[in-house]
Protein backbone atom coordinates (compact mmCIF):
# COMPACT_ATOMS: atom_id res chain seq x y z
CA UNK A 1 0.00 0.00 0.00
CA UNK A 2 1.31 3.19 -0.99
CA UNK A 3 1.71 6.38 1.25
CA UNK A 4 -1.36 8.21 -0.80
CA UNK A 5 -3.71 5.04 -0.46
CA UNK A 6 -3.43 4.85 2.99
CA UNK A 7 -3.55 8.56 4.11
CA UNK A 8 -6.92 8.22 1.54
CA UNK A 9 -7.89 5.29 3.55
CA UNK A 10 -7.03 7.14 6.94
CA UNK A 11 -9.36 10.27 5.88
CA UNK A 12 -12.23 7.75 5.33
CA UNK A 13 -12.16 6.00 8.43
CA UNK A 14 -12.14 9.42 10.46
CA UNK A 15 -15.24 10.08 8.38
CA UNK A 16 -16.79 6.92 9.36
CA UNK A 17 -15.81 7.47 12.69
CA UNK A 18 -17.74 10.78 12.84
CA UNK A 19 -20.83 8.75 10.84
CA UNK A 20 -20.72 6.59 14.46
CA UNK A 21 -20.41 9.77 16.34
CA UNK A 22 -23.83 10.99 14.59
CA UNK A 23 -25.25 7.49 14.89
CA UNK A 24 -25.29 7.53 18.79
CA UNK A 25 -26.70 11.41 18.69
CA UNK A 26 -29.50 10.58 16.15
CA UNK A 27 -30.03 7.70 18.83
CA UNK A 28 -30.10 10.11 21.83
CA UNK A 29 -32.51 12.44 19.88
CA UNK A 30 -34.78 9.46 19.05
CA UNK A 31 -35.06 8.46 23.21
CA UNK A 32 -35.66 12.36 23.56
CA UNK A 33 -38.43 12.24 21.30
CA UNK A 34 -39.90 9.27 22.58
CA UNK A 35 -40.16 10.53 25.56
CA UNK A 36 -41.07 13.87 25.02
CA UNK A 37 -44.64 15.00 25.73
CA UNK A 38 -47.03 14.01 23.73
CA UNK A 39 -49.29 16.23 21.56
CA UNK A 40 -52.53 15.84 20.01
CA UNK A 41 -51.37 12.17 18.29
CA UNK A 42 -49.73 9.98 20.88
CA UNK A 43 -48.10 8.19 18.37
CA UNK A 44 -46.63 10.99 16.59
CA UNK A 45 -43.79 10.96 18.98
CA UNK A 46 -42.93 7.08 18.27
CA UNK A 47 -43.56 7.36 14.78
CA UNK A 48 -40.50 9.96 15.03
CA UNK A 49 -38.88 8.67 16.82
CA UNK A 50 -38.50 5.38 14.72
CA UNK A 51 -37.73 7.66 11.56
CA UNK A 52 -34.56 9.04 13.35
CA UNK A 53 -33.58 5.46 14.34
CA UNK A 54 -33.69 4.12 10.96
CA UNK A 55 -31.40 7.17 9.57
CA UNK A 56 -29.41 6.18 12.51
CA UNK A 57 -29.23 2.37 11.23
CA UNK A 58 -28.19 3.80 7.60
CA UNK A 59 -25.81 6.19 8.84
CA UNK A 60 -24.55 2.83 10.87
CA UNK A 61 -24.76 0.41 7.30
CA UNK A 62 -22.67 3.19 5.67
CA UNK A 63 -19.79 3.84 8.39
CA UNK A 64 -19.70 -0.05 9.07
CA UNK A 65 -18.85 -0.37 5.68
CA UNK A 66 -16.41 2.63 5.14
CA UNK A 67 -14.48 0.97 7.56
CA UNK A 68 -14.46 -2.42 6.33
CA UNK A 69 -13.14 -1.23 2.99
CA UNK A 70 -10.71 0.63 4.31
CA UNK A 71 -9.33 -2.03 6.50
CA UNK A 72 -7.58 0.07 9.18
CA UNK A 73 -10.09 0.36 12.26
CA UNK A 74 -11.08 -3.85 12.98
CA UNK A 75 -14.58 -4.01 12.98
CA UNK A 76 -14.80 -5.69 16.12
CA UNK A 77 -14.07 -2.58 18.08
CA UNK A 78 -17.33 -1.03 16.67
CA UNK A 79 -20.69 -2.79 18.62
CA UNK A 80 -22.76 -4.20 17.01
CA UNK A 81 -26.07 -1.36 16.18
CA UNK A 82 -28.42 -3.10 18.48
CA UNK A 83 -25.60 -3.16 21.72
CA UNK A 84 -25.28 0.58 20.34
CA UNK A 85 -28.95 1.28 20.93
CA UNK A 86 -29.26 -0.29 23.72
CA UNK A 87 -26.43 1.52 25.32
CA UNK A 88 -28.09 5.06 24.53
CA UNK A 89 -31.35 3.85 26.00
CA UNK A 90 -30.35 3.16 29.41
Known sequence: MEISDYKYNLMVSANAIKGLQNVIGNLQLAKQTREGPPG???????NVAWEIEQKAELE???SINRLRCCEI????????FE?????VNK
Open 60 to 62: YEN
Open 40 to 46: NNPNYNK
Open 83 to 87: KLKKM
Open 73 to 80: IPLNWVPP
